[in-house]
């Protein structure tokens, strides 16, 4: 195996390893191996299985389709698929997510990628969405969550608790937005944000869910907004997909809503 592939691979297991916060020896000691080992595999003068490869990414917590790019940088083929969730493979797991959005009845859910792109979303999401910003909206803003929420042609104007939601959302934000085909994105939504420094209060944030208010001509609409992931994914489309629901927080809002589905 070529010198370069197994430092690639060490500079990335590297990168993982300090992203966790851990050391080689307690990234050993939760592998089962030796801090020597984990040297050796770092620095490229030990090669490593694909099974100790798998075993690595399983303590670190690697995303799918980061643990293709680790076993690619050591030499081995992707281990898991990357399907596009239009694919007939998939077909099973768009039915569930389809059911899953539709249960929600007059509650707004949407289904979106590791990018913030909206896949897929129930009627009541539609019809609150057109309900707050018209429905002549620009097709790239409607069809990104983040850009919908945080652009002033979107959701931002009619946001009631900037200060509050915005710095909690770019948290989340610059933790999806990892990799380098991501940097467009994530440096477009940081000027929308435009928070002036604010953006890192949030990491501080231990709610289950994020708070959302609205202006609308009904008064303030508040919810609660909840992300559901998927428990046991093979493949890293479905690994990386979001459920994102927007409950009411009270009962101004569940009436809203209610009436937006007579």
Known sequence: MPVSKVSAFGALLRQWRATQGLSQLELALAANGSSRHISF????RSVPSRDMIVLLCEVLNVPLRERNALLLAAGYAPLYSECSLGDVVLDNARDVLRRLLDAHGRYPAIVVNRRFDILMANDAATRLTGALCGNHQDPAIAG???????SPNGLRSKLVNLEEAVPTLMWRVRRELTS???RALLDELVAMADMKGQIGLAASVTQPFIPLRFSSSDGTLSFVSTITALGTPLDATLQELRIETLLAADDTTDRFLSALTC
Not at 41 to 44: S, W
Not at 144 to 150: G, T, V
């Open 41 to 44: 595999i770092e620095t490229g």
């Open 144 to 150: 990104n969550l983040m850009r919908l929420l945080l």
């Open 180 to 182: 380098t085909e991501d």
